[in-house]
């Protein structure tokens, strides 16, 4: 089974940058369509961007415009690129791959990354 390891989190002031990166082994990336996912404290997870396996992409309406999700296949790595934060990005982010025709989370949950913006 593919396993997954998010990193790149950190302490970062309000509008400013991170770039997570989400490395796979154990599995065919390439055929996957990939996603971050966040959950915040007392909050439940939830979507951040999407790209298939062709490299199409969506986008939460909350990070739109400052989120960029991208995915290398040689080196089997799903990368979210995080530009102009808020306070309101902190959360502990996560990647998954995703279920075929059905878009669901398809592996278990990592540790994922923590990423806390200051006001």
């Known amino acids: 089974q593919m396993q997954l390891m998010e990193s790149g989190g950190g302490l970062v002031q309000a509008g400013g940058s991170l770039r997570l990166s989400c490395a796979a082994s154990?599995?065919?990336?390439?055929?996957?369509?990939m996603a971050w996912y966040r959950q915040a404290p007392g909050k439940q997870r939830e979507l951040v961007a999407t790209?298939?396996?062709?490299?199409?992409?969506n986008y939460a309406d909350s990070v739109k415009g400052r989120f960029t999700i991208s995915r290398d296949n040689v080196k089997n790595t799903v990368y979210l690129q995080m530009s102009t934060l808020k306070p309101e990005d902190t959360a502990v982010y996560y990647c998954?791959?995703?279920?075929?025709?059905?878009?669901?989370?398809?592996?278990?949950w990592g540790q994922g990354t923590q990423v806390t913006v200051s006001s």
């Open positions: 998954n791959a995703l279920r075929p025709g059905i878009g669901e989370p398809l592996l278990s």
């Open positions: 154990g599995g065919i990336f390439s055929i996957f369509d």
């Open positions: 790209i298939t396996n062709l490299v199409r992409t």
